[in-house]
């Protein structure tokens, strides 16, 4: 089941390019992962994680990614795609995603990503600041 | 839980590039789908699936990809990716893949994903044809 | 020297994705030929020609591409390509492009690229047809 | 005209992916920049340029780059980037490539970038380093 569209409250748009294609003529499986992460990188800003990545210090990595694709997608289309956090733990969060197409609102495809707050230079998971949890429940209400 | 090493089968080897990086300095997440399709599409010609894709008549499309990301990895590094089977249905079946680090045999990424039998044109799936069910199974034994 | 600005009739916007980036974390040279597709795709549209690719029948080839990399361009950006047809000969016609930033008209890169008129399955180069030299030259006025 | 295939001292083999081909059915003009790419960073290791990109202090930048696309190629195919430096200035030097099938050894493409030394904090050109072109020329000798 698809998480319902006004759940979502933080949206980007994206602009199919045609080199988004591929051999088969469609937007081809892993450029929707580009998608979701150009959401999820919009995300963090939105909640203030900097994007800094993993050179130093505390910060945020993805540990898994799924997407479901449900209607294929041809260039030129245009998508927007909402982010959301549906579950936080005390060192990860879960984000979902769902594509839509901007013209006709249709479904093209939802996924998530677990993104774990990692010592990047132990190489282990640290707990979510109190901060970050705090905006991102600001953002997303979730159940304690 | 990984799958074993020697379930697999079918191997390709994937040489990471320079470019296959992103701003975290580490192989882009979108990437690993990438490796993962490279082994899925040699799977296919392994069993018979022409690549010809969804410009009509029937054939394979995936619906759902999924991946773990276990290790970080960088330029440069080899890599090789097992694919197998591990599940199939009327209309459907499962691969499952892992992505190994060549030289010290670490699992860097392990993953799946869920190929249906479909109609292009009408859009629907269609029962797996017999002969394709039986190259999977006798490639990839399989519980009955 | 870069073609200005107002010589260019063909417009599109790029969105620069955190994606595009590389580990340089800057906007990798490959996808500035992205975003010169994109416009050439765009301009193939405008002056009628169809995007079937070397699948059949005559069409474009692109037989050499150049850009010159004159600002780094990091994520977030927002880019708008110019293309025009700055010469024209009998079977062939070179596109220029230019990429600026949209928030303040820099100039970060251009660069041109050469399309042949071809019969995909002889391979061979064939003379432009009248009626695309014709929109091409309503489009982009150029010497006879 | 090409350079002649015993002018290049270095070497990358490419293993073109499936991935690597777009909706034309082909390898995507942009992904031979990707491979000529992959043969730099080679180069540059050979070199002695360590791969730390504009975050600071001196080394290169590109700011130009060609390809001629002579021949359409397929996923399999197994290339090989032959590159070497042709040209030497004050602040840059000159990479040339060229991209051969390794089955048949026909030359699919080639191409060449310029390469600046530059001061990324300051945004201007320096000098070559003595140790580096020494390295250069050791490597591909040139004309004084």
């Known amino acids: 089941m698809a998480t319902p569209r ?21 937007v081809n499986n892993a450029k929707y992962f580009t998608y979701c992460e150009s959401a999820r990188i919009r995300y963090f800003e939105e909640v203030g994680i900097r994007g800094d990545g993993p050179r130093g210090g505390l910060g945020p990595a993805v540990v898994q990614a799924s997407c479901n694709f449900r209607r294929q997608v041809h260039y030129p289309a245009a998508l927007e795609v909402g982010v959301r956090t549906s579950k936080i733990g005390r060192s990860s969060f879960t984000l979902d995603y769902a594509i839509y197409r901007r013209d006709d609102g249709e479904l093209v495809a939802d996924g998530s990503s677990v993104v774990v707050w990692v010592d990047y230079g132990a190489g282990v998971s640290r707990p979510l600041p109190d901060d970050l949890t705090a905006r991102i429940r600001a953002l997303d209400p979730l159940p304690a």
Chains 1, 2, 3, 4 share one sequence.
């Open 6 to 26: 006004d759940a979502f409250h933080v949206w980007i748009p994206i602009d199919v390019r045609w080199g988004d294609m591929d051999a088969f003529g469609h």
